[in-house]
Structure formats: C-alpha cells, structure tokens
C-alpha cells in the first residue's frame, strides 16, 4: 500500500490544487463579469450596431462565461479522476484486509481483469503486484504471518516519527541514523570550539 500512496497521493495532490487554482480562477472572473455589468445600464433588446462599448462590454462577459464553463468541464474531469483513483485505491486496500484468501483473489482478479482500463498508477501497481501476488497474501494462508510488517518496524511505528520511520524499518538503519546524528552535533558543536583554541 505504501508502495501505491508513494506515487498517488502526489497525483492527487495536485489535482486537487489544480481545482482549487480553477475555482479560485473562476471567482476572480464571475467577479470581473459583475464589474462589467455594473458598468452598463440595463437595457432591453441588443444594442445598437453604433453602441461600440455595450457591444465590446458584452463580448468580454461572453467570454469570461465560456472560460468558466471550460474551467468547470476540467474541474468536474479531475473529481471525476480523483473519485476512480480513490475507489480503486479502496479495492485494492480490501485485497490486504481481507479475511479469506478466496475473498483476497477475488478483489485482485476484479482489478487485473480489466488492467488495460485501469489508470496508468493502478496499472503499474497490479502488474508488479501480480509478479509477486502469492508472497504478499501468504499470510492468509499460513495464520502464524502477521499481515503487517515484521514487529521492528511496529516498534519504530510507535517511536520513531513518520519521516523517519519511512526510511529507517531496520534496527541496522536506526542505528546508522543515530550515528549520523552523533557525528553532526560533533560537527556543530565541537569542531568549532576546537578551531577556536
């Protein structure tokens, strides 16, 4: 799972920031728009051939209306995209929690059955899924696996900080990173005073 949110979470992030910056856009001409027609007086029926700044007010307007609704098309295609990556997201997720292996192959033949519909992200995560499908649901079969990881990485889960602990799952790489941290507060602490006398 963590393999698949590596690269997903920054897609959708960024669509998500995408909606936001089209909305945000959106605002800004909805507001223009207002402007515009606060600085015509209403008036029935199209204006005159002659009348040039209504002709030219209502052409602007026109074209702000066109860009937002070209705004909202793209802001409905990315939920749209956000809302299949997450429910695929949630299939795959029900593939690791479920219960049975027969229940677990199930969601997983539901998803590489139709691979080549699948977005690319997905796609690439059940094919090098499907090169190692019977190690990684093994633990369905043989009750004394725990579906977790290995107990270390359980304990740096609890102790160490999410940054870290997404690198260092070892008791060999903690103790390199402590060693690190030695070294770099010798470097800032003693060094310098060294250089001093």
């Known amino acids: 799972m963590q393999n698949l949110m590596t690269k997903l979470n920054p897609y959708i992030n960024k669509k998500e920031r995408s909606i936001e910056s089209l909305t945000e856009t959106n605002k800004k001409k909805e507001a223009k728009i207002e402007e515009l027609k606060s600085k015509m007086p209403s008036t029935r029926g199209r204006p005159r051939k002659s009348d040039t700044k209504t002709i030219k007010n209502i052409e602007k307007r026109k074209k702000l209306k066109r860009e937002i609704d070209k705004n909202k098309e793209k802001i409905r295609l990315y939920k749209a995209q956000i809302k299949e990556l997450v429910d695929y997201k949630n299939t795959i997720k029900k593939i690791f929690r479920a219960k049975t292996l027969k229940t677990a192959m199930k969601y997983y033949h539901e998803l590489y059955d139709k691979i080549e519909e699948l977005p690319l992200i997905i ?19 043989d009750k004394k696996i725990p579906k977790t990881n290995n107990l270390v990485e359980l304990l740096f889960k609890v102790t160490f ?37």
């Open 123 to 141: 796609q690439d995560f059940i094919k090098k899924l499907s090169k190692k499908i019977d190690k990684v649901l093994y633990f369905l079969k």
């Open 161 to 197: 900080p999410s940054k870290i602990k997404r690198i260092y799952r070892t008791y060999a790489g903690a103790i390199t990173q402590i060693k690190l941290d030695d070294l770099k507060w010798i470097e800032r602490n003693v060094i310098p005073k060294a250089g001093e006398k």
